[in-house]
């Protein structure tokens, strides 16, 4: 996944021009997004496949014969859509990513008026992988398994990951409301760390910039 | 054990094979052979058998003879009627079709779910025979080669019991969950995962729960199951093309 392009600054027309909020940022919005189109290339390429059964996603994703989403998307006309792969981005945890382990306080520079600041934080990713038999889910959720160790080196690497690992599968389980579902969940445990640099203007707060390791990101709103 | 019609009766050797079949009716295909070929005998006993709890236990005896093939009635293994009960039963049947057809019911087609036959070649797991493609070209998700037997026409009344339309557990994607209570023939008997389709909407149904039957001595006359309608999405869908394809 590159890196997107800088956000433009949109003039009002008045004294200080608004710019909206960076999206560089590992947000959960932006995670779910970044998972979701992380399965999505593992399964557009039948050749890649473990198995010549498993079906391949194509875009648009509605029309595709593996569905793969975001949970908590409410979907209208034809819901049954199986096999189906759903993201699920569980809590984030964060913790102080400064030099003293108090607060996130990196440093300072006074004469620039900067204060660097950094955090890590931990979560944890559920590919949930809906069938309508045992068998299958276990064939889709072993195939996502396969894609997450193969890759989470260069997913570490490409997107500065401190940890991504496959933490495990679990065994499929028939979904309480649909006797004729399966489900089987691979659970992904990763961490990264996040810095920011707040540009401080005595008296008032004119100044903000965010640097968040991105340098094509980099932009400040004055 | 089984007699043969001596008044009528071909040149010898007569060859005889027991068969078997889930529904009772259709073409060869649904018939299978649980016997060798027993030449110039006229019983067999099955040494060893598995049965499940479905009432799906039709038999008939072929025999070839004078290069000609012959069939026996079939007969039913849970039930009999005499001549009386049999003609009461009939009459009950054909009042209730009238009902259906003239008042309160719609047409449909019923899909039997094969339970024998050639197992699937494509999605079948190689060592624990599981079906591994719920949608497949071939077996349609049941393990046997083209899947569902029929469509057996026939007339049906739908009573729509419950619409839930919510999100699933953990809101992993929605459930609409559509169940209906339906009032058929007692044949063919229905067992869990056959599938009915109602003639005009194409809607399809698959079959759940066995909630009653009104029978004589065993014998069904009226059948009552629970159905929950599929999506257009799911290969039952294909019922009729895959069959056609195959």
């Known amino acids: 996944m590159s890196a997107p392009a800088p956000i433009p600054e949109v003039w009002n027309g008045g004294d200080f021009p608004l710019a909206p909020v960076h999206t560089g940022r590992r947000t959960p919005i932006i995670l779910r997004s970044f998972f979701v189109e992380l399965a999505r290339q593992f399964y557009v390429d039948p050749a890649m496949q473990l198995s010549p059964l498993i079906k391949t996603w194509s875009a648009p994703n509605d029309k595709s014969h593996l569905w793969i989403d975001v949970t908590g998307r409410w979907v209208d006309g034809n819901v049954s859509r199986r096999p189906a792969l759903l993201v699920d981005v569980g809590d984030l945890q964060f913790s ?26 931990t979560g944890s990713v559920v590919f949930a992988h809906l069938a309508l038999n045992d068998a299958e889910s276990v064939l889709y959720a072993t195939n996502t398994l396969d894609f997450l160790d193969a890759y989470a080196y260069v997913i570490r690497t490409d997107f500065k990951f401190e940890r ?22 691979v659970q992904v445990d990763f961490q990264f760390q996040e810095t920011c640099q707040l540009k401080l203007e005595a008296p008032q707060l004119k100044q903000i910039t965010l640097d968040t390791g991105f340098p094509a990101q980099q932009f400040n709103m004055t | 054990m089984w007699t043969v019609n001596t008044a009528a009766a071909p040149a010898q050797p007569w060859s005889f094979v027991v068969q078997q079949s889930p529904t009772g009716v259709g073409t060869d295909t649904t018939w299978f052979d649980i016997s060798p070929v027993l030449v110039n005998k006229h019983s067999y006993i099955e040494q060893i058998r598995k ?29 009999e009627l005499n001549r009386n009960e049999y003609i009461l039963a009939k009459e009950m049947m054909r009042k209730r079709q009238l009902a259906f057809s003239r008042l309160e019911g719609v ?12 197992p699937c070649p494509r999605c079948l797991d190689p060592v624990t025979a599981e079906v591994r493609d719920s949608s497949c070209e071939v077996c349609a998700g049941t393990g046997w080669v083209v899947g569902f037997d029929g469509p057996y026409p026939g007339c049906a009344k739908f009573s729509t019991t419950a619409t839930h339309k919510k999100f699933a557990d953990n809101a992993e994607g929605v459930d609409d969950d559509r169940l209906h209570k339906v009032e058929l023939l007692g044949f063919p008997r229905l067992i869990r995962d056959d599938v009915i389709t109602e003639c005009k909407s194409d ?39 895959l069959a056609v394809a195959q």
């Open chain 2, 203 to 241: 809607r399809r149904y698959t079959v759940d729960i066995i909630e009653r039957m009104v029978e004589i001595r065993r014998i069904p006359i009226i059948q009552f199951v629970m159905v929950h309608e599929l999506s257009r999405d799911q290969i039952e869908h294909s019922l009729g093309h």
């Open chain 1, 96 to 121: 102080p990513g400064g030099v003293q382990g108090i607060d996130n306080r990196m440093g300072s520079n006074l004469a620039r008026g900067e204060v660097y600041q950094a955090r890590v934080a």
């Open chain 2, 51 to 79: 049965f499940n709890k479905d009432p799906n236990l039709f038999f008939r005896v072929r025999c070839v003879a004078g290069g000609k093939t012959y069939y026996s009635p079939v007969i039913d293994a849970y039930g």
């Open chain 2, 107 to 118: 047409s449909i087609q019923i899909w039997k779910k094969m339970q024998r036959g050639v």
């Open chain 1, 164 to 185: 991504f690992q496959a933490r495990g599968i679990f065994k499929p389980s028939m979904r309480k409301d649909q006797p004729r579902e399966w489900e089987c969940r």
